[in-house]
Protein backbone atom coordinates (compact mmCIF):
# COMPACT_ATOMS: atom_id res chain seq x y z
CA UNK A 1 0.00 0.00 0.00
CA UNK A 2 1.28 3.46 -0.76
CA UNK A 3 -0.79 6.35 0.79
CA UNK A 4 -0.04 10.28 0.18
CA UNK A 5 -2.49 12.81 1.33
CA UNK A 6 -2.66 16.28 -0.44
CA UNK A 7 -3.61 19.18 1.90
CA UNK A 8 -4.79 21.99 0.17
CA UNK A 9 -6.72 20.89 -3.34
CA UNK A 10 -7.13 23.98 -5.27
CA UNK A 11 -5.84 24.44 -8.55
CA UNK A 12 -2.45 23.28 -7.84
CA UNK A 13 -3.14 20.74 -4.42
CA UNK A 14 -5.88 19.20 -7.14
CA UNK A 15 -3.67 18.77 -9.89
CA UNK A 16 -0.79 16.86 -8.14
CA UNK A 17 -3.27 15.00 -6.58
CA UNK A 18 -4.73 13.75 -10.30
CA UNK A 19 -0.72 13.55 -11.08
CA UNK A 20 -0.36 10.67 -8.63
CA UNK A 21 -3.46 9.36 -9.84
CA UNK A 22 -2.88 8.87 -13.19
CA UNK A 23 0.96 7.71 -12.78
CA UNK A 24 -0.08 5.07 -10.75
CA UNK A 25 2.28 5.86 -8.06
CA UNK A 26 -0.58 5.51 -5.04
CA UNK A 27 -2.87 2.98 -3.92
CA UNK A 28 -4.87 5.35 -1.62
CA UNK A 29 -5.00 9.31 -1.91
CA UNK A 30 -6.56 11.27 0.65
CA UNK A 31 -7.85 14.89 -0.28
CA UNK A 32 -7.85 17.66 3.09
CA UNK A 33 -9.24 21.25 2.45
CA UNK A 34 -10.76 23.63 4.37
CA UNK A 35 -13.73 23.79 2.05
CA UNK A 36 -14.84 20.50 2.60
CA UNK A 37 -17.12 20.44 -0.91
CA UNK A 38 -14.03 21.11 -2.84
CA UNK A 39 -11.55 18.28 -1.19
CA UNK A 40 -14.93 15.87 -2.06
CA UNK A 41 -15.68 17.04 -5.65
CA UNK A 42 -12.42 17.01 -6.71
CA UNK A 43 -12.36 13.44 -5.19
CA UNK A 44 -14.91 12.27 -6.68
CA UNK A 45 -13.87 13.62 -9.87
CA UNK A 46 -10.17 11.99 -10.31
CA UNK A 47 -11.85 8.42 -8.90
CA UNK A 48 -14.28 8.74 -11.59
CA UNK A 49 -11.44 9.96 -13.91
CA UNK A 50 -9.63 6.43 -13.05
CA UNK A 51 -12.56 3.94 -13.53
CA UNK A 52 -10.98 3.02 -16.69
CA UNK A 53 -7.06 2.90 -15.68
CA UNK A 54 -6.83 1.84 -11.85
CA UNK A 55 -8.54 0.80 -8.60
CA UNK A 56 -6.43 3.67 -6.41
CA UNK A 57 -9.09 5.03 -4.38
CA UNK A 58 -9.47 8.50 -3.70
CA UNK A 59 -11.47 9.86 -0.61
CA UNK A 60 -11.66 13.80 1.22
CA UNK A 61 -11.15 13.72 4.11
CA UNK A 62 -9.84 14.97 7.95
CA UNK A 63 -6.48 15.17 9.17
CA UNK A 64 -7.27 11.96 11.14
CA UNK A 65 -7.53 10.32 7.44
CA UNK A 66 -4.19 11.11 6.82
CA UNK A 67 -3.24 8.43 9.26
CA UNK A 68 -0.77 5.70 7.23
CA UNK A 69 0.60 8.15 4.89
CA UNK A 70 3.78 8.00 3.52
CA UNK A 71 3.92 11.41 2.32
CA UNK A 72 1.47 14.42 2.67
CA UNK A 73 2.17 17.09 0.27
CA UNK A 74 1.34 21.04 1.38
CA UNK A 75 -0.19 23.35 -0.93
CA UNK A 76 -2.53 25.01 1.48
CA UNK A 77 -1.85 28.76 0.92
CA UNK A 78 -2.66 32.09 -0.80
CA UNK A 79 -1.14 32.03 -4.19
CA UNK A 80 1.06 34.32 -6.18
CA UNK A 81 -0.38 36.94 -7.87
CA UNK A 82 0.73 39.31 -10.65
CA UNK A 83 0.70 42.16 -8.50
CA UNK A 84 2.65 40.55 -5.96
CA UNK A 85 6.84 41.65 -6.93
CA UNK A 86 8.21 38.65 -4.81
CA UNK A 87 7.21 35.46 -3.37
CA UNK A 88 8.10 37.42 -0.07
CA UNK A 89 4.70 39.36 0.05
CA UNK A 90 2.86 36.11 0.61
CA UNK A 91 4.75 35.43 4.35
CA UNK A 92 2.24 37.28 6.55
CA UNK A 93 -0.92 35.29 5.08
CA UNK A 94 0.65 31.85 4.79
CA UNK A 95 2.63 31.52 7.99
CA UNK A 96 -0.19 31.50 9.44
CA UNK A 97 -1.85 28.81 7.35
CA UNK A 98 1.65 26.84 7.74
CA UNK A 99 1.12 26.77 12.05
CA UNK A 100 -2.44 25.69 11.62
CA UNK A 101 -1.28 22.85 9.05
CA UNK A 102 2.15 21.53 11.16
CA UNK A 103 -0.08 21.45 14.81
CA UNK A 104 -2.55 19.30 12.92
CA UNK A 105 0.19 16.87 11.29
CA UNK A 106 2.06 16.84 14.52
CA UNK A 107 -0.80 14.84 15.92
CA UNK A 108 -0.33 11.75 13.23
CA UNK A 109 1.01 9.00 15.44
CA UNK A 110 3.69 7.59 12.06
CA UNK A 111 6.13 10.24 11.13
CA UNK A 112 5.16 11.06 7.73
CA UNK A 113 7.75 12.68 4.42
CA UNK A 114 5.66 16.46 4.25
CA UNK A 115 6.07 18.15 1.12
CA UNK A 116 6.18 21.69 1.26
CA UNK A 117 5.07 23.84 -1.70
CA UNK A 118 3.45 27.00 -0.25
CA UNK A 119 5.16 29.83 -0.86
CA UNK A 120 7.61 31.74 -0.05
CA UNK A 121 8.32 27.86 0.08
CA UNK A 122 11.86 28.04 1.66
CA UNK A 123 10.66 29.67 4.84
CA UNK A 124 7.59 27.87 5.15
CA UNK A 125 9.51 24.79 4.87
CA UNK A 126 11.75 25.92 8.01
CA UNK A 127 8.69 26.69 9.72
CA UNK A 128 7.06 23.25 8.93
CA UNK A 129 10.24 21.77 10.28
CA UNK A 130 9.95 24.06 13.15
CA UNK A 131 6.42 23.27 14.22
CA UNK A 132 6.13 19.93 13.56
CA UNK A 133 9.57 18.77 15.06
CA UNK A 134 10.27 16.02 12.50
CA UNK A 135 13.58 14.51 11.79
CA UNK A 136 14.98 17.51 9.28
CA UNK A 137 15.25 14.66 6.24
CA UNK A 138 11.43 14.14 6.33
CA UNK A 139 10.56 18.05 5.41
CA UNK A 140 11.23 18.44 2.14
CA UNK A 141 10.09 21.97 0.07
CA UNK A 142 9.35 21.60 -3.21
CA UNK A 143 10.73 24.39 -6.01
CA UNK A 144 14.25 23.86 -7.08
CA UNK A 145 13.29 21.24 -9.90
CA UNK A 146 10.86 23.89 -11.13
CA UNK A 147 13.12 26.16 -11.36
CA UNK A 148 15.58 23.74 -12.87
CA UNK A 149 13.05 23.10 -15.40
CA UNK A 150 13.00 26.70 -16.28
CA UNK A 151 16.30 27.22 -16.47
CA UNK A 152 16.31 24.03 -18.89
CA UNK A 153 13.64 25.11 -20.99
CA UNK A 154 15.66 28.80 -21.20
CA UNK A 155 18.96 27.10 -22.00
CA UNK A 156 16.88 24.71 -24.81
CA UNK A 157 15.29 27.97 -26.58
CA UNK A 158 18.69 29.76 -26.39
CA UNK A 159 20.89 27.17 -28.00
CA UNK A 160 18.30 26.07 -30.13
CA UNK A 161 18.71 22.42 -28.54
CA UNK A 162 15.84 19.76 -27.53
CA UNK A 163 15.36 19.93 -23.77
CA UNK A 164 15.62 16.81 -23.37
CA UNK A 165 19.70 16.84 -24.26
CA UNK A 166 20.07 19.62 -21.39
CA UNK A 167 21.22 18.87 -17.79
CA UNK A 168 20.99 22.09 -15.81
CA UNK A 169 19.64 22.79 -12.23
CA UNK A 170 19.00 26.08 -9.80
CA UNK A 171 19.94 26.44 -6.52
CA UNK A 172 19.64 28.33 -3.63
CA UNK A 173 16.57 30.41 -2.72
CA UNK A 174 13.34 30.39 -4.63
CA UNK A 175 13.24 34.07 -5.74
CA UNK A 176 15.38 36.64 -6.53
CA UNK A 177 18.55 35.10 -5.83
CA UNK A 178 18.07 31.78 -7.42
CA UNK A 179 21.68 30.30 -8.84
CA UNK A 180 21.53 28.89 -12.26
CA UNK A 181 23.90 26.87 -11.77
CA UNK A 182 26.03 27.37 -15.32
CA UNK A 183 29.54 25.79 -14.13
CA UNK A 184 27.63 22.97 -14.28
CA UNK A 185 25.89 22.60 -17.46
CA UNK A 186 25.91 20.07 -19.85
CA UNK A 187 24.62 19.46 -23.51
CA UNK A 188 23.96 16.03 -24.76
CA UNK A 189 26.18 15.13 -21.77
CA UNK A 190 29.46 17.83 -23.01
CA UNK A 191 29.82 20.65 -20.32
CA UNK A 192 28.76 23.86 -21.90
CA UNK A 193 30.31 27.33 -21.29
CA UNK A 194 28.39 30.42 -21.46
CA UNK A 195 29.18 33.86 -22.37
CA UNK A 196 28.28 36.88 -19.52
CA UNK A 197 25.46 38.00 -22.12
CA UNK A 198 24.01 34.89 -22.44
CA UNK A 199 24.34 34.00 -18.39
CA UNK A 200 22.18 37.64 -18.10
CA UNK A 201 19.88 37.02 -20.90
CA UNK A 202 19.11 33.13 -19.45
CA UNK A 203 18.89 34.38 -15.49
CA UNK A 204 16.57 37.21 -16.68
CA UNK A 205 13.79 34.61 -18.62
CA UNK A 206 14.13 32.25 -15.57
CA UNK A 207 13.34 35.03 -13.21
CA UNK A 208 10.28 36.15 -15.16
CA UNK A 209 9.14 33.05 -16.03
CA UNK A 210 6.54 32.51 -13.18
CA UNK A 211 5.44 35.83 -13.59
CA UNK A 212 4.58 35.57 -17.42
CA UNK A 213 2.76 32.39 -17.09
CA UNK A 214 0.56 33.82 -13.74
CA UNK A 215 0.03 37.23 -15.41
CA UNK A 216 -1.26 35.30 -18.77
CA UNK A 217 -3.47 32.21 -16.92
CA UNK A 218 -3.65 33.36 -12.84
CA UNK A 219 -1.33 30.61 -11.91
CA UNK A 220 1.41 27.88 -12.66
CA UNK A 221 -0.10 24.84 -12.47
CA UNK A 222 1.19 21.99 -14.14
CA UNK A 223 4.71 22.74 -13.99
CA UNK A 224 5.04 22.42 -10.28
CA UNK A 225 2.46 19.36 -10.28
CA UNK A 226 4.93 17.29 -12.12
CA UNK A 227 7.74 18.56 -10.63
CA UNK A 228 6.32 17.80 -7.45
CA UNK A 229 4.93 14.29 -8.41
CA UNK A 230 8.30 13.70 -9.84
CA UNK A 231 10.07 13.81 -6.31
CA UNK A 232 6.78 11.80 -4.65
CA UNK A 233 7.73 8.99 -6.85
CA UNK A 234 11.80 9.18 -5.95
CA UNK A 235 10.11 9.32 -2.38
CA UNK A 236 7.67 6.58 -2.66
CA UNK A 237 9.23 4.19 -5.43
CA UNK A 238 13.03 4.16 -4.46
CA UNK A 239 13.84 5.52 -7.35
CA UNK A 240 17.76 6.95 -7.36
CA UNK A 241 17.96 10.10 -8.93
CA UNK A 242 18.86 13.83 -8.53
CA UNK A 243 16.41 16.37 -7.39
CA UNK A 244 17.09 19.85 -5.88
CA UNK A 245 15.04 20.42 -3.01
CA UNK A 246 14.95 22.76 -0.22
CA UNK A 247 15.93 20.92 2.87
CA UNK A 248 17.02 21.97 6.12
CA UNK A 249 20.63 21.90 6.16
CA UNK A 250 22.86 21.43 9.35
CA UNK A 251 26.45 22.02 8.48
CA UNK A 252 26.04 21.05 4.78
CA UNK A 253 27.06 24.13 2.99
CA UNK A 254 28.30 25.55 6.20
CA UNK A 255 25.00 26.92 7.03
CA UNK A 256 22.49 25.80 9.90
CA UNK A 257 18.89 26.37 10.51
CA UNK A 258 18.10 26.99 7.31
CA UNK A 259 15.72 25.64 4.18
CA UNK A 260 17.26 26.33 0.76
CA UNK A 261 17.59 24.82 -2.38
CA UNK A 262 20.63 22.11 -2.78
CA UNK A 263 20.73 18.90 -5.33
CA UNK A 264 19.91 15.86 -3.14
CA UNK A 265 19.73 12.15 -3.37
CA UNK A 266 15.61 10.94 -1.89
CA UNK A 267 14.48 7.95 -0.90
CA UNK A 268 11.35 6.17 1.58
CA UNK A 269 13.10 7.91 4.25
CA UNK A 270 13.10 11.53 2.59
CA UNK A 271 16.86 12.80 1.73
CA UNK A 272 19.16 10.32 1.61
CA UNK A 273 21.96 12.17 0.63
CA UNK A 274 23.16 15.67 0.76
CA UNK A 275 25.23 16.59 -2.33
CA UNK A 276 27.54 19.50 -1.89
CA UNK A 277 28.68 21.26 -5.04
CA UNK A 278 31.49 22.88 -5.60
CA UNK A 279 30.39 26.34 -7.29
CA UNK A 280 31.96 29.46 -8.97
CA UNK A 281 32.27 32.72 -7.41
CA UNK A 282 29.84 34.40 -8.86
CA UNK A 283 27.12 31.37 -8.07
CA UNK A 284 28.64 30.90 -4.30
CA UNK A 285 27.99 34.49 -3.64
CA UNK A 286 24.48 34.80 -5.30
CA UNK A 287 23.60 31.34 -3.00
CA UNK A 288 25.48 33.00 0.37
CA UNK A 289 23.22 36.08 -0.03
CA UNK A 290 20.18 34.34 -0.53
CA UNK A 291 21.26 32.20 2.41
CA UNK A 292 21.40 35.20 4.55
CA UNK A 293 18.10 37.31 3.26
CA UNK A 294 16.25 33.71 3.96
CA UNK A 295 17.67 33.74 7.57
CA UNK A 296 16.48 37.37 8.55
CA UNK A 297 13.02 36.45 7.12
CA UNK A 298 12.78 33.37 8.87
CA UNK A 299 13.63 35.86 12.51
CA UNK A 300 10.51 37.72 11.43
CA UNK A 301 8.07 34.90 11.86
CA UNK A 302 9.94 32.23 13.85
Known amino acids: MKKATVIGVGN???CIAYELAARGIVTELVLIDLYRELAEGN????????????????????YEDAEGSQVVIVTAGKPRTPDMKSRMDLLEANIR???????????????????TLTNPVDVMNYAMWKLTGFDRRRVIGSA??????????AI??????PVLDVEAYVLGEHGDRQVPVFSRVAVKGEKRAFSDEERKEITEEIRQSALNVISKKGGTVYAPASNTV????MILEDVPGLAVCSVVLDG????????IGVPVELSREGVKRIFEWKLDEDEKAIFYKGAENLKKVIKTVM
Open 230 to 233: NMVR
Open 97 to 115: IIKSVASNLKKIREEPIVV
Open 43 to 62: AEDIAQAMAFRSNVEVTAGD
Open 12 to 14: LGS
Open 144 to 153: GMLDSARFRR
Open 156 to 161: SRKLDV
Open 252 to 259: EYGLKDIS
